[in-house]
Nanobody, 119 residues
Framework: QVQLVESGGGLVQPGGSLRLSCAAS????????MGWYRQVPGNQRELVAT???????KYADSVKGRFTISRDNAKNTVYLQMSSLKPEDTAVYYC?????????????WGQGTQVTVSP
């Protein structure tokens, strides 16, 4: 079994910054793409950013130039540096990882961390 544990959420003022972290643990052979999604109550979960094992990144248009995704393969950890935060960034942020474990390869999700951007 693989677990993803997020940290770093909280309350921040508009224009501020936060850094989210997500560490994967368990029986892990390979982690392929890792990423961050977010969800506002009543809305669908939406892609924020992804990073492949080789370091290629993809961002939602709404966060380009403000958010940076990175990963530390030695620590099985993905990060999301969020800057110039806006109230519309308020959401629960979920990390995800495409993981090959013992006999299976599947997507795993974290439990979510709340990010609130408010004066």
């Amino acid at each position: 079994q693989v677990q993803l544990v997020e940290s770093g959420g909280g309350l921040v003022q508009p224009g501020g910054s936060l850094r989210l972290s997500c560490a994967a643990s368990g029986i892990i052979f390979t982690i392929y793409t890792m990423g961050w999604y977010r969800q506002v109550p009543g809305n669908q979960r939406e892609l924020v950013a992804t990073v492949t094992s080789g370091g290629s990144t993809k961002y939602a248009d709404s966060v380009k130039g403000r958010f940076t995704i990175s990963r530390d393969n030695a620590k099985n950890t993905v990060y999301l540096q969020m800057s110039s935060l806006k109230p519309e960034d308020t959401a629960v942020y979920y990390c995800t990882a495409d993981v090959r474990s013992t006999l299976v390869r599947k997507d795993y999700w974290g439990q979510g961390t709340q990010v609130t951007v408010s004066p």
